[in-house]
């Protein structure tokens, strides 16, 4: 299931310049994938960059598959339509449920957040938790890479389906917040666990709280660090990592442009400039 390769497919409609100067396209449910646009100003800093949330669907982790793969197909086909040379998805979600399946649609290298994410974590750690949305822990989708990995590792996975809309509504410093993180703990606490995993690109966003309530040498691994260190080692491989000055990140939604942008100018740094996008007919407003 979780191969090795990154990439089957090719890039023969892509001259050697437009490979390099082409943008990547990002995408998540909401604002959880800014963690990833994070990494990627830090780590490829000359890299042009296509950010979509597909806020008119928030939240995914507690959608089916089948609903999952529906909306990655659309949101690939629209960054097709945008020439993107490589897609991340930052989404822990969509990486466990829909990764596999449009690997093999498309013509272009994706990239989940799980696999990465699972590597550094057996490197850290013997007793792993990983805090996740519900359909990301049904799935055993972080257990099952780590097994591959390092089979006498333990790990034990907690279903947290109120941290994504606390994000999304700015709630992370809300005393209630705090409550709900320690209760979401408590089952990992008792395990003794020496590492946790952001099983959800939104979850670093939480990490004050979090590590208030951690013992001092639980390591915290963000799976999104490492998801752009395989990047960059994707784009050298490809010989299409972009020498050239980047583009302006473009940023679109398939929900509100107001409310993302707003949290953007939380997270970023700056006010976005948010496009709103209908997926069906891939049309901007």
């Given amino acids: 299931m979780y191969s090795s390769s990154i990439f089957k497919g090719n890039l023969d409609d892509f001259s050697d310049k437009e490979a390099q100067i082409s943008p990547i396209g990002v995408f998540d449910s909401g604002v ?23 806020t008119a669907h928030l939240p995914y982790g507690i959608r089916s598959q089948a609903e999952i793969l529906q ?35 498309f013509n272009f290298p994706i990239l989940g957040v799980v696999l990465p994410g699972a590597k550094a974590a057996v490197e850290h750690g013997k007793r792993i938790g990983v805090i996740a949305t519900p359909a990301t822990a049904k799935s055993n989708a972080y257990r099952q890479a780590m097994m591959e990995i390092q089979p006498d590792i333990q790990v034990w996975q907690v279903s947290c389906p109120e941290f994504v809309p606390l994000i999304e509504q700015n709630r992370i410093h809300d005393p209630y917040t705090t409550e709900v993180a320690r209760a979401y703990l408590e089952p990992l606490l008792k395990q003794e666990i020496d590492t946790l995993i952001y099983g959800c690109t939104h979850y670093p966003l939480l990490a004050p709280v979090l590590r208030s309530l951690l013992p001092a040498h639980v390591k915290l691994v963000d799976p999104a660090v490492h998801v752009v260190t395989a990047c960059t080692q994707e784009l050298d491989l490809l010989s299409i990592r972009n020498n050239h000055l980047p583009m302006p990140t473009r940023f679109a939604v398939s929900g509100c442009p107001q409310q993302f942008a707003q949290s953007g100018l939380h997270w970023l740094g700056y006010t976005p400039l948010v496009e709103q996008v209908y997926l069906t007919d891939a049309t901007v407003s």
């Fill in 32 to 54: 959880g994938g800014l963690t990833v646009l994070r990494q990627l100003y830090k780590q490829l800093p000359n890299e042009s960059i296509i950010y979509f949330g597909d």
């Fill in 71 to 105: 909306y990655v197909r659309e949101i690939l086909n629209w960054m097709q339509q945008q020439r993107v040379k490589m897609v991340i998805m930052a989404c822990n979600t969509s990486s466990a449920l829909a990764l596999e399946n449009v690997r093999q649609e």
